[in-house]
C-alpha cells in the first residue's frame, strides 16, 4: 500500500520490525540495519538448506556458510573486538576442508587428512609432534622432558634420543656423540656468553673467561685420573703456560721415559723435592743454605759420602772411620806477641774425644838480651791433667818451631799458653793454632 510522501525503498531500507511480529519480511535488494539493539533468534539465508544463524549469549553462531558458486572467495571481515574463530560441534570432531583435505581437532589431538595422522596430540601433560605416519613421533614433551626421534621414529637403544631433565642436555646413542660439521664454531655458556670452546679444523680451543675472570675446575669426589695422549710412539707431549713476556714448558720425552723442564724451578720457602719417600729431600731451611737429607746418606758422585750423622763415611772410595774428615773446630793466629799467653781454652774443644792440634811458633823482632819462649798444651785424659811442652824457640835470633800434637781428652777442655826463660827485652813472637777433633 502506497504511503503518501514518502518511498517503499526508503521504508524498507529503515525498517525496524515491531516486538511480536510473526511474519518474515523479504527486504530484497536492501541492508537489514538496527537503531538499537537486536536480538536474534535463528535467521535463514536462501532456504531451509541455506546458511542460517543463531545468536546465543553473545555468539553469532553459523551452519552450512559457502561460497555463492566455485570461483568465489569466502570473507570473514572482523571487528577488532573479535579476537577469535571458534570451530565446534556437538560430536567434539571439529574439522576445517581444503579441496579434500582437513584439518580437524578431537579428543585433545590435530589431526591432517586422515584419523589416523597426527600433526600435534596433547594427552595428560603430554605434547606430541608426530611425522606424515601418525605411529612415528618426532618430538614427545613430557613432564619437562624433551624426547626427539629420527626420521624412523622408532624407540631403542640405535636411535638418538635427547632428554632435558635438570636443565641439562643429555645425548643417549649406542654410539654417542654430538657433531657439528663447521670449523671455528664457537659453543657458549653463561649469561653474557662468559666462556665458550671451538674447533679451527686443527686444535680445540677452550676459553673459560671470555667475559670475566673465570678458571678451568675439575671437581670430583672420587680419584680421578687425567691422561695426555693417546700412546702414539715418538710422540712428546707439551704442557705450555702462554705467558706475555716469557712462556713455561713442560714436556713427557716419550722415547727418553722423563719430564723436561724448560724453564726454572723456584721452591719459594722450605717445601721440599722427594725421592723415593719423605725421608730423602732436598730445601732450604733457611735462607742462604741447601739441605740435603737422607735417612742413609748422601753420596756425592759414588766417591764422596755423607753418612745420616753428617760424618764423612767415605772420600775418594776409601772408607773413613768415626767423623771421617777431621772437622776443624778452632783456628787461632795470634800475631806480633810482646808477652806470656796464659792457658786459655780452644773453642769448641770442650767435648770428650780425640784431637789433633797443630800449632807453628816463631820469632818475629829478636833482640839479643832475650830469653827462650815454649808452648804448653794442656789437657785432662782422665787419668790426670797434662802439660805438654810442645815446642820452644829463641827470641835472640830469627827462629820458629812447628808440630802437632794428638790428645784424648776426657774432661775439660784443650787448652794452650806459653812461657818464657829469661826476659823479652823487646823480643816479639807470633804464634798459630788449629785444633781438629778426629772422634
Known amino acids: 500500500m502506497p504511503i503518501r510522501g514518502t518511498s517503499i525503498d526508503t521504508l524498507l531500507q529503515t525498517f525496524v520490525p515491531y516486538t511480536g511480529a510473526t511474519a518474515n519480511v523479504d527486504l530484497g535488494i536492501y541492508n537489514f540495519t538496527t537503531t538499537g539493539t537486536a536480538t536474534l533468534g535463528t535467521i535463514n539465508f536462501g532456504s531451509s538448506t541455506g546458511v542460517s544463524a543463531t545468536a546465543t549469549n553473545g555468539i553469532l553462531t553459523l551452519a552450512g556458510l559457502k561460497a555463492a558458486g566455485n570461483n568465489e572467495n569466502l570473507l570473514l571481515d572482523f571487528e577488532t573486538t573479535a579476537n577469535s574463530i571458534i570451530i565446534t560441534s556437538g560430536t567434539g570432531a571439529n574439522t576445517l576442508f581444503f579441496n579434500g583435505w582437513y584439518l580437524k581437532y578431537t579428543n585433545g589431538s590435530l589431526m591432517y587428512d586422515q584419523s589416523t595422522r597426527f600433526l600435534f596430540q596433547a594427552s595428560a601433560g603430554r605434547f606430541d609432534v608426530l611425522n606424515e605416519v601418525g605411529n612415528r613421533y618426532l618430538m614427545i614433551v613430557d613432564v619437562g622432558v624433551l624426547t626427539l626421534y629420527d626420521q624412523s621414529g622408532t624407540v631403542d637403544s640405535n636411535r638418538y634420543l635427547f632428554t632435558d631433565t635438570s636443565g641439562g642436555l643429555t645425548l643417549n646413542k649406542s654410539t654417542s656423540y654430538f657433531a657439528h660439521t663447521f670449523d671455528s664454531v664457537e659453543y657458549f655458556a653463561g649469561a653474557a656468553n662468559d666462556a665458550y670452546w671451538t674447533y679451527d679444523g686443527t686444535n680445540m680451543l677452550l676459553v673459560p673467561d671470555a667475559v670475566g675472570t673465570g678458571k678451568v675446575i675439575i671437581s670430583t669426589a672420587q680419584a680421578i685420573a687425567l691422561t695426555i695422549g693417546k700412546g702414539t710412539a715418538g710422540i712428546d707431549y707439551q704442557l705450555t703456560f702462554d705467558g706475555e713476556t716469557n712462556d713455561g714448558v713442560l714436556t713427557w720425552m716419550e722415547d727418553e721415559d722423563y719430564f723436561q723442564f724448560s724453564d726454572d724451578i723456584l721452591m719459594a720457602t722450605t717445601e721440599n723435592i722427594y725421592f723415593r719417600d719423605t725421608a ?160
Open 280 to 439: 730423602i729431600s732436598i730445601n732450604s731451611d733457611a735462607d742462604g743454605f741447601l739441605d740435603l737429607k737422607a735417612d742413609a746418606g748422601i753420596r756425592f758422585n759414588t766417591n764422596f759420602i755423607v753418612g745420616s750423622a753428617g760424618t764423612i763415611t767415605e772420600y775418594n772410595n776409601v772408607a773413613t772411620e768415626g767423623y771421617g774428615v777431621p772437622a776443624i773446630v778452632d783456628s787461632v793466629p795470634l800475631t806480633e806477641q810482646t808477652a806470656v799467653i796464659p792457658a786459655t781454652n780452644m773453642t769448641n774443644a770442650g767435648t770428650a774425644g780425640l784431637y789433633r792440634v797443630s800449632f807453628y811458633l816463631d820469632t818475629r823482632t829478636t833482640n839479643a838480651g832475650a830469653g827462650t819462649i815454649s808452648l804448653h798444651i794442656l789437657w785432662n785424659d782422665g787419668i790426670t791433667a797434662r802439660d805438654l811442652s810442645a815446642g820452644a824457640i829463641s827470641l835472640t835470633a830469627t827462629d820458629y818451631n812447628q808440630g802437632v800434637v794428638f790428645v784424648y781428652l776426657a774432661s775439660g777442655s784443650v787448652q794452650y799458653q806459653t812461657t818464657i826463660s829469661g826476659i823479652f827485652s823487646g823480643a816479639v813472637y807470633d804464634l798459630y793454632l788449629n785444633a781438629e777433633r778426629v772422634l
